[in-house]
């Protein structure tokens, strides 16, 4: 199983980017997906979360800001980010909890990050 996190880049504050995480290879269901972030010469923070049912969750610095949806046919789940702010630079990562099989038990994987740089 490979993740590709895409879809980082610059951008002005108030403008937009939209994330995906991609998994590819022997998949058979998906579970919870997680995008984190990571500053630099901070830790890694919880972003924003959606389950296999599709309940979302957000952290409040950007709750109304950011959303997370799924596309389990495509095996890819997308933070789209609006009204980004320079608090909002850092790395982007996504986890993901899946089974590669039925009967096979949760195994975790990362993406390789993406960079998000808010600035004018």
């Known amino acids: 199983v490979q993740l590709q996190a895409s879809g980082g880049g610059l951008v002005q504050p108030g403008g937009s980017l939209r994330l995906s995480c991609a998994a590819s290879?022997?998949?058979?269901?998906?579970?919870?997906v997680v995008w984190y972030r990571q500053a630099p010469g901070n830790q890694r923070d919880v972003v924003a979360a959606?389950?296999?049912?599709?309940?979302?969750n957000y952290r409040d610095f950007v709750r109304g800001r950011f959303a997370i949806s799924r596309d389990d046919a495509k095996n890819t789940v997308s933070l789209q980010m609006d009204s980004l702010e320079p608090e909002d630079t850092a790395v982007y990562y996504c986890?993901?909890?899946?089974?590669?099989?039925?009967?096979?038990?949760?195994?975790?994987?990362w993406g390789q990050g993406t960079l998000v740089t808010v600035s004018s």
């Open positions: 986890k993901v909890v899946l089974r590669q099989c039925s009967g096979c038990r949760l195994r975790e994987y």
């Open positions: 959606i389950t296999s049912g599709g309940s979302t």
């Open positions: 290879g022997t998949i058979f269901s998906i579970g919870t």
